[in-house]
């Protein structure tokens, strides 16, 4: 598009996005087929009424070129009413070619041409930021609608919710009595991680097998309007009392106030105080803003691990501390292969966070981390201070990331070759019921909708909630179809090889819905759980959610997207299933 100068921030403006209709038309007005081995009319698109971006193909060669008014100081060659721009320079016989083109439109302005695009019903218009480097793609917000704004209407990731939602941690409440503090409003913003509460997200993570909550150890305070007038006075009073009644349960009492303390001018310490001098109990502080600070518990792990020696005593070299890895994969299959390879598991934390264990972090020499955190806290820049090793490991996805994770940890303390000898008796069961469920993904295919934001997250451990999706699916035997959008038609270039992968382009809604009724793939990536989008395609849905972590996880995964691929109800009954209105156009001016 052309260059604006002197504007720093360009306000967005309106795209326009030519549907199958304009295409034709204007390849036949330039005298183009639609096959044949001649130039083909590729895309078409206008930007606000001052330029037409049109693209055509000639085997491996493309031609990009702008038509602009013939006025236009930017135009190379003019015909007419018209100007015209190529976008890489033009060589002389490209320009001579355009001056072709511009005879055949015979007198047609930018207007009309414009208008033939937007006559179309399947062009697209939708705004964006001319002249801006970027994707732009912007994940929904929490609880919004997924549909034509912001370019939500292509996107299939929910990122930035699972941060924001998952970015709070969960008490193991044996020991410990959790006071909420906080209005209902707040209780509704921040589910607790229940596969049973009605969402429109796909929870990543799946529930563990052992509940967490002790009847009785965990109660909530609801502030409404009275207290804000008037204070908390009498609720304080109970709270404290019921503090009191709890406190034999253990030595920890967590407060956890959101936003209305905050407002009201709660003196919140103040209240911890008095539940400390009528328990004895140890008071922590749990808010909003530790998450957002990326420092969960931060006040108690500073005070804790900075207590002179701490850190005295003597660290047994063959245990383990294990953080940010979930409860029934490392109380299960990690303890058990771990424990094979001459080493045992001392204290694990995150996403639970069970403080009476912090005590006994120093008893074990190794501390683990996983790559993929739960949530951010600074428990790991603490240890890095101590006198104890530190490492991180890769997240074990797969049978690779398994081994790889399995194997760092045992090499650190000196036990490689008894994890090698643990490790090849666990394949012997493993690789043949993996190698047959492997076989069976053979000629199925699954596809991810993505863009040049969305991409690379595909190979990512996505804001720590996910595996790195296209790697696991590869090895699991599928084939891969990445629908890629592109405004302007371009295909993109792969962060890293996958010869498993079929690009497909699309533009629109209208291509984007064509490209998931008519493609030969079997199911369709999206963490929203009701996706019409997959539904009314025919499709199967799949999520962050069906990928597990370690070898039972990996064999639970294939069998989770194999039933998926294999449910025909979607594609039986796609006509007749319940669906959104879509509508094609952002608001026009």
Not at 19 to 32: D, F, H, T, V, Y
Not at 553 to 572: D, I, K
Request: charged share 25%; proline share 6%; with cysteine.
């Amino acid at each position: 598009m052309p260059e604006r100068e002197g504007r720093s921030a360009p306000a967005p403006v309106r795209h326009l996005t030519a549907g199958p209709a304009a295409l034709a038309r204007l390849a036949k007005l330039l005298g183009l087929s639609a096959a044949g081995a001649g130039w083909r009319l590729e895309g078409l698109c206008a930007w606000d009424g001052e330029s037409v971006r049109v693209a055509l193909r000639r085997g491996a060669r493309r031609l990009v070129w702008l038509l602009l008014d013939a006025d236009d100081p930017q135009a190379q060659v003019r015909a007419g009413r018209l100007g015209f721009r190529a976008l890489d320079g033009g060589s002389p016989a490209e320009l001579r070619l355009l001056e072709a083109w511009g005879r055949r439109l015979k007198g047609r302005g930018l207007p009309e041409i414009i208008r033939m695009i937007s006559d179309d019903p399947e062009s697209f218009s939708e705004r964006q930021v001319p002249d801006q480097g970027g994707d732009l793609l912007k994940v929904p917000y929490v609880g919004a609608p997924v549909e034509l704004v912001d370019s939500g209407w292509r996107n299939f990731f929910c990122d930035q919710d699972f941060d924001v939602l998952l970015g709070v941690p969960q008490l193991v409440s044996k020991g410990t009595v959790d006071v909420q503090y906080a209005d209902l409003e707040c209780y509704y913003a921040r589910p607790t991680r229940n596969l049973l509460k009605w969402n429109f997200l796909d929870w990543p993570e799946g529930e563990d097998s052992a509940p967490l909550l002790e009847k009785g150890s965990h109660f909530t305070t609801e502030l409404d309007e009275h207290d804000m007038i008037l204070g908390t006075g009498a609720k304080a009073d109970a709270l404290v009392e019921k503090v009191r009644e709890l406190s034999a349960r253990g030595k920890f009492v967590v407060f956890t106030h959101l936003c209305t303390p905050i407002v009201l001018g709660e003196d919140f310490s103040g209240l911890a105080r008095r539940c400390t001098e009528a328990t004895g109990n140890t008071a922590v502080g749990w808010s909003q803003k530790d998450r957002d600070n990326r420092d969960n518990f931060g006040d108690y792990f500073r005070q804790a691990l900075g207590r002179p020696g701490f850190f005295a005593g003597r660290s047994d070299p063959r245990a383990v501390n294990l953080f940010h890895f979930p409860r029934d994969l490392r109380v299960g299959e990690f303890a058990q292969i771990l424990r094979e390879a001459g080493l045992r598991v001392n204290v694990s934390l995150f996403p639970e966070v069970d403080l009476a264990s912090v005590e006994r972090i120093p008893r074990a020499r190794w501390q683990v981390f996983c790559a993929r955190s739960s949530y951010h806290d600074s428990l790991r820049a603490l240890l890095e201070k101590s006198p104890l090793p530190v490492l991180t490991v890769p997240a074990p996805y797969g049978p690779a990331g398994t081994a790889e994770c399995l194997l760092r940890v045992a090499a650190a303390a000196g036990r490689r070759e008894a994890f090698a000898q643990a490790w090849k008796r666990r394949m012997r069961d493993f690789l043949p019921r993996w190698r047959a469920l492997r076989r069976q993904a053979r000629g199925l295919r699954l596809a991810f909708v993505v863009s040049e934001s969305t991409l690379p997250r595909l190979w990512q451990l996505r804001y720590g909630q996910s595996a790195p999706l296209l790697p696991l699916v590869e090895a699991m035997g599928f084939g891969i179809d990445l629908l890629y959008y592109d405004s302007h038609g371009v295909a993109p270039n792969l962060p890293r090889p996958c010869p498993a992968a079929k690009v497909t382009l699309f533009g629109s809604p209208a291509e984007l819905e064509a490209r998931l009724r008519d493609g030969g793939f079997q199911a369709v990536f999206s963490d929203l759980f009701f996706d019409w989008r997959i539904s009314r395609a025919g499709k199967g849905r799949f999520s962050s959610k069906d990928f597990e972590m370690g070898l039972g996880g990996a064999l639970r995964s294939l069998e989770r997207l194999l039933a998926v691929c294999r449910l025909p109800f979607y594609q039986r009954y796609a006509e007749n299933l319940a669906s959104v209105p879509r509508r094609l156009d952002a608001p026009r001016d």
